[in-house]
């Protein structure tokens, strides 16, 4: 049983890119269960995963960086739009009278985020109130907070965001299968279905169901958002 669940999440990484020998792998654990001499130290087989993890990733990001290099370009050309020296994009369309925020001070902004093809995935404007945070405490992904920390009270910027200023890029390691069996409740989940599963420790995990058959589901715990540029209008109402 366990060399058929092993065989069968070897084929799944392996189609995600990892160049696996599913005998040597299947070797590997009998020696590893037997307390044999293992090949690689823990240490060893970690920063292995991670470089083979990092060289996966640019050949799913290439295209990505290429166009955003090209976006980037043309918006540099406009009178107005800088970059920090972070390589954060900032255009100022409403200059500010009020004063900047300190670390820890909380704010209080109104925003609207797009995607890059124009869509609207997020707005307080539609809510119709404020986003409260506290500024440079890491609430907020990292190209906004620092957006709102370089601005003035009534000062309206619109900035754009890489995937490594947002979300990040999507981990081939966050993708996981577990057995139904071994998961109460598994059992009704379909493919597509948005839900949170909680780890050891006690920490909730919003999860995706990607993939799902009689016997295992196939979990995604990248965030949404993870590989997309994001474009956002902010802007900064009070700081207390």
């Known amino acids: 049983m366990l060399k058929a669940q092993l065989s069968q999440r070897v084929d799944e990484m392996k189609s995600m890119g990892f160049a696996l020998d599913k005998q040597k792998v299947i070797v590997a654990l009998g020696s590893y269960l037997k307390g044999e ?27 990505s960086l290429e166009s955003q290099q090209e976006f980037l370009d043309k918006q540099l050309s406009r009178p107005g739009v800088i970059k920090t020296a972070s390589g954060l994009v900032f255009e100022t369309v409403k200059e500010g009278t009020g004063r900047s925020p300190k670390l820890t001070d909380k704010v209080r ?46 000062q309206s910027v619109d900035i754009h965001l890489t995937p490594d ?10 993708i996981f299968t577990v057995e139904i069996s071994q998961l109460p409740g598994s ?3 379909s493919v597509g279905q ?18 799902r ?3 295992t589901i196939t979990f995604d715990a990248n965030h949404e958002m993870a590989g997309k540029e994001l474009n956002f209008h902010i802007e900064l109402v ?3």
């Open 213 to 215: 058959d009689d016997s």
């Open 165 to 174: 200023q947002a979300y990040g890029y999507p981990d081939p390691r966050a």
């Open 109 to 154: 902004v109104l925003y609207k985020g797009r995607l890059a093809d124009g869509t609207v995935f997020d707005s307080s404007y539609d809510r119709g109130e404020p986003l409260e945070f506290i500024c440079g405490m890491g609430m907020m992904i990292r190209g906004y907070d620092e957006a709102v920390a370089n601005m003035e009270v009534g």
């Open 238 to 240: 009070e700081v207390q």
């Open 187 to 189: 059992e009704a989940l």
């Open 194 to 211: 948005n839900v949170v599963l909680y780890t050891t420790a006690g920490q909730p995990m919003p999860v995706k169901v990607t993939a």
């Open 37 to 63: 001499q293992m090949a690689f130290t823990a240490e060893e087989a970690e920063a292995y995963l991670n470089a083979y993890v990092e060289g996966l990733m640019p050949k799913e990001e290439a295209l």
